[in-house]
């Protein structure tokens, strides 16, 4: 190999280039930093977290709920912050390696100018990433996607040239800071230190032999780097210097490169007073682009302080935090808002659930408040001219899936009531599903209301399906990035209690935004609509973490969906399943939790929207209801055997109304020969991707043993929203205008008008 390079010099120069150096030191050392680049990769190219929509998040950036010059300018400006912060760790890390940019002009800025490699690669992939996006999904022209998108570049270039200003004014190299000089009669060097003691300045090519004695040295070896974006240079010896010098200049540096750390990271938390502002919501991709920012600033600096003793390091800080984490002082827990969390807490307990459970006397008295309003639902409902006739239920269940389902379901409430001239709504008894599809429902139950109202005219307007559809997730993942992981010490009055204002807080009140706060109310604020039968009853069944209940909350009491059969009729043992919220936390204020707050609870979705806690002893966590029920088939055969008997009298039969977010005939996969590293992740893969698919399973079983306790006539009608690659809808609670249209026009798809017509029929008979 020595015989190579000093045969051929090029080759030696060209494998001693210094950015070349700087790839071969990271992907030797700095597996951190290639972590982050890697998981950037990921998300631009479509191969990381694409089922979740996080990829769109760079290809699509949202603000103000425009995508443009000015949502790419504030991407490119945290994608800025992401390259100062890496290059600033890669300098604090690795600049001892290579001594010799003590010796030259602007040791940071050459540094920087040199480690160009892997964000030019990354800015490359990224533009071609976006131009394939932007013009095969929004269907824009290359001139409109270039200069949208220039704003990346000079968002990123204004960051940097501020940034690189303050260096400019502070980095000094071993010239300035022990006074060598340049001779500018023979471009020798003249030490402060030995004035006899010089060195000649290299002239000429930078491809011209030097000594290649400096292979032998314990430092990387450098013979060119980057001078400038179009020159390059020799690297100047360095041995000459005592080393003292040296560590004297890099120190200097570096804790220069440490100040600068510090401001961006307070500038970064400074944010966390200004997200109350509308225009502080900013693009989710640069909020995902500041929380690595704050990582590598964090661990750049934990590595530069602690030299040799960081992973250790870095193990006390994560054990520490751990253990300090279950205290309440170090852990802001979400909670539910309305709720009292500082009086007496609801008691967790078996012995108080199977009190609950024996309580039939608040069962039956919740059964006579049903069928009260079985009663004004039929009335409402059956023809005055012709009391025979009875009228038929319509019981809608609606699927989890983010902000698609909200869509969808919303979307698919409108088309079908529009097309049965309003009689879908008024013949709903009961709503009930997961996530995102009970967000779309409640929104449709409160514009009924307000129609009923006459609060509005148009219940049809496709600015309500606008509205819906609009981002959630932008001030959810800022919250996240700039308070949740390191401030927590800002807090929000709702009623008469004070709770922390993080990315629960953000969704729920983005949310009302977008809704323009119909929905900005308590549970109590919707017994009187229910009780008068105006509004369909709806459930929501959030999953308690702690045992895998499922948690029940209505506006109206409903103890009859949380209890078993009578107990002279079955002979086993049985757990109690549900839990019914009103009652279980009625001296917690259950009636003044807010009613966007069930949504949450009943939509949670990890790392995104965090669990909630409750203000119980021990305390109950919930989290999304898709877990046990995702279509809410199973709350909907508890209702209808608990009033099977009325509803067999009083009703012509029940349609129950399915709007699900995916194709419910399920296909087989022809599954290739599994590969070894298949065999590892099948068994917890193969489980996820089934969840829903098995219950599908169990939702049809019960459907089938209905007939054996239900007389009436039951039929079910099913909407899909077609989402199958490679038209895939992300699980997200962002939607690009490619999404948005494919969920709008897939109502008029051939089986979902099928569908509408056999519902027409139904509610015509």
Partial sequence: MRFLYLKYPHLRRLIFFFPFQLIVVLIRNNHLLLTFWLILFGFVTGNLSVKYGLPYLFLDPEYLNDVGFWSYFILGCALGGFIMAFNIASYLRNSYHFPFIATVNRPFLKYSLNNFIVPAIFLIVYYSQIILFQSKYEFKSISEILLESSGILVGMFLFLAISYVYFFSTNKNVFHLFGVSVNPEDKTLLSKHDDDTHEEVPKGSPWKAIDTSQLKTRQWHIETYLSNIHKIRLARGYEHYEEDILKKVMNQNHYNAAKFQIVLFLSILALSFLRGFEAFNLPAGASVLMIFTMFLMIV?????????????????????????????????TDKAYGLNYTGKKAMYQLDSLNAVNENMNMTNQDLETGIEILNKWKAKNQDPTNISEKPLMVIVNTSGGGLRSALWTFKTLQVADSATNGQLFKHTELITGASGGMIGASYFRELGLEKDQGKIDNLYDSKYSTNISKDILNPVAFSLAIHDFFVGFQNVEIGHYSYPKDRAYAFENQLNKNTEFV???????????????????????????????????????????????????????????????????????????????????????????????????????????????????????????SFRDWITLNTSGVVILQIMDRNKRLDIDDTPIPSTFDKLVTPLGSIYDNMFNIQDFTNDQLIQYASLWFNGRVQVLTFELPNKVPNKISLSWHLTSKEKQQILHSVNLPHNQAALKELKRLLEE
């Fill in 300 to 332: 750049s600096a934990i590595q530069s302080w602690t030299k040799g003793w960081s992973s250790l390091v870095f193990i006390i800080i994560l054990l520490s935090m751990n253990c300090l984490s279950k205290y309440e002082f170090f852990n802001s």
């Fill in 519 to 641: 929905m900005d109310k308590s549970l109590k604020d919707y017994q009187g609509p229910e009780a008068d039968a105006k509004i369909p009853m709806m459930v929501v069944s959030p999953t308690i973490v702690n045992d895998g209940r499922r948690l029940i909350i209505s506006s109206t009491a409903a103890s009859y969906l949380t209890n078993p059969l009578p107990k002279q009729q079955i002979s086993a043992d049985i757990n109690m399943e549900e839990i019914e919220f009103l009652r279980f936390f009625k001296d917690q204020d259950a009636e003044n939790m807010k009613f966007t707050t069930a949504l949450r609870m009943n939509s949670t979705f990890p790392y995104i929207t965090p669990n909630v806690n409750l203000p119980s002893e021990p305390v109950m966590q919930v989290m999304d209801a898709g877990l046990r029920d995702n279509y809410g088939l199973k709350t909907t055969i508890k209702y209808l055997y």
